[in-house]
């Protein structure tokens, strides 16, 4: 009996002190803050790119330049068209791409964008705004956080107008700054390709 309670009582203090998940802060320009939950055991590689390009300070003062109601809206483009990145993609973490991610694009799910190559992303992301969006995205994006704190905000964002397009942000919404607390673990990012200038 004295066994067991000691393997009980070993296991409940590995998993109280087992690694916590990254957590984000968006500061954004006018609406507020919003708290973001990564999940490096969903899609490990796709978290530890986020984390090092917010690291670098890569997201500070970049926009959301597109908005799709009841749909997305993204941002992350140094050029702030759609057509921008870091200089390098990584592999997409889906299941499209022969890789397990169980996380559905629900209300709230942080996912990169990416092009028509599954292995195109790069720093560009997209917030879901309506669990619908799960029957087009599942599947087909790295899904890898959620956003836990601030989807009063999201929603006033998604009252901005959009242009004739039916996306493009008449005013983009700027990202101010982007912090991340890995509380104390380093993360390595594998880039797999470098853009062409």
Same mark, same amino acid.
């Given at each position: 009996?004295?066994?067991i309670?000691f393997?009980?009582l070993?296991?409940?203090?590995l998993t109280?002190?087992?690694?916590?998940n990254?957590? !984000?802060?968006?500061?954004?320009?006018?609406?507020?803050?919003?708290?973001?939950?990564?999940y490096p055991?969903?899609a490990?590689?796709?978290v530890?790119?986020?984390v090092n390009?917010?690291?670098?300070?890569f997201?500070?003062?970049?926009?959301?330049?597109?908005?799709?109601k009841g749909?997305?809206?993204?941002?992350?483009?140094p050029?702030g068209?759609?057509?921008?990145?870091?200089?390098y993609?990584?592999?997409?973490?889906?299941?499209?791409?022969?890789?397990?991610?169980?996380?559905?694009?629900?209300?709230?799910?942080i996912?990169?964008?990416r092009?028509?190559s599954?292995d195109?992303?790069?720093?560009?992301? *997209?917030? !879901?705004?309506d669990?619908?969006a799960?029957?087009?995205l599942d599947?087909?994006?790295?899904?890898?956080?959620?956003?836990?704190?601030?989807?009063?905000?999201i #929603?006033?964002?998604e009252?901005?107008?959009?242009?004739?397009?039916?996306?493009?942000?008449i005013e983009?919404?700027?990202?101010?700054?982007?912090? !991340?607390?890995? *509380?104390?673990? #380093?993360?390595?990012?594998?880039?797999?390709t470098?853009?062409?200038e």
């Amino acid at each position: 009996m004295k066994k067991i309670i000691f393997l009980l009582l070993t296991l409940l203090f590995l998993t109280g002190c087992g690694s916590k998940n990254p957590i !984000v802060t968006m500061e954004i320009e006018n609406y507020g803050n919003l708290t973001i939950e990564l999940y490096p055991a969903i899609a490990p590689n796709t978290v530890a790119n986020f984390v090092n390009l917010i690291e670098e300070g890569f997201y500070d003062g970049l926009t959301f330049h597109r908005l799709v109601k009841g749909f997305v809206i993204q941002g992350g483009d140094p050029l702030g068209n759609g057509t921008g990145g870091p200089g390098y993609t990584i592999e997409g973490e889906f299941k499209s791409n022969n890789f397990n991610n169980s996380l559905a694009h629900n209300m709230g799910v942080i996912s990169m964008a990416r092009g028509n190559s599954y292995d195109s992303a790069g720093s560009q992301f *997209f917030i !879901v705004l309506d669990s619908k969006a799960r029957t087009s995205l599942d599947g087909n994006y790295a899904s890898f956080g959620k956003v836990i704190e601030g989807m009063d905000i999201i #929603k006033k964002m998604e009252n901005q107008e959009v242009a004739e397009d039916g996306e493009t942000l008449i005013e983009k919404i700027v990202i101010t700054k982007m912090s !991340v607390d890995t *509380f104390g673990k #380093k993360y390595t990012v594998k880039k797999i390709t470098q853009d062409i200038e």
